[in-house]
């Protein structure tokens, strides 16, 4: 499976109000749900916060790859979104974060998430790529990033 299969510009924000983890996470499941991906808000939101439990998804440099496993995705899907402000994240560098790359992950998909999140990670290396999504109001700019 690769990123650019997953993604799509309907789950494109580049404008996240939220000031907390929390209010950010729901503010994306609810772009998941929105578009569809998920049959149950929830239980997927909970799911995310098992994740989160196990070890930081903040990375380094305001990025953040939170994600979640669950029964409650019907399709596997990816959000880019970004906030408006800072917000405080468990990341590698201690430092908080305003861009988001979420992964909704289907159960029976686990082999996928790894794969996933490899093309993610490769793709946020590349520092024109990530100055691109800290600065760009365009979502379809956004997914071409990720398509080069």
Request: hydrophobic fraction near 40%; include cysteine.
């Amino acid at each position: 499976m690769l990123i650019t299969e997953v993604m799509d510009v309907s789950r494109v924000d580049l404008h996240l109000k939220g000031t907390t983890k929390d209010e950010i996470l729901r503010e994306i499941v609810d772009i998941f749900d929105k578009d569809g991906v998920l049959s149950d808000k929830e239980q997927f939101l909970k799911d995310v916060y098992e994740r989160e439990a196990e070890g930081p998804t903040g990375m380094t440099n305001g990025l953040c790859i939170p994600h979640g496993k669950s029964d409650a995705v019907i399709r596997t899907s990816i959000a880019i979104c970004r906030s408006d402000k800072y917000i405080e994240w468990e990341s590698l560098d201690e430092e908080p974060v305003k861009v988001f790359v979420m992964m909704a992950v289907r159960n029976t998909d686990k082999s996928e998430l790894v794969s996933l999140l490899s093309q993610v990670a490769i793709k946020l290396c590349d520092d024109e790529l990530v100055a691109k999504l800290f600065e760009t109001e365009s979502a379809n700019e956004v997914i071409d990033l990720f398509n080069k």
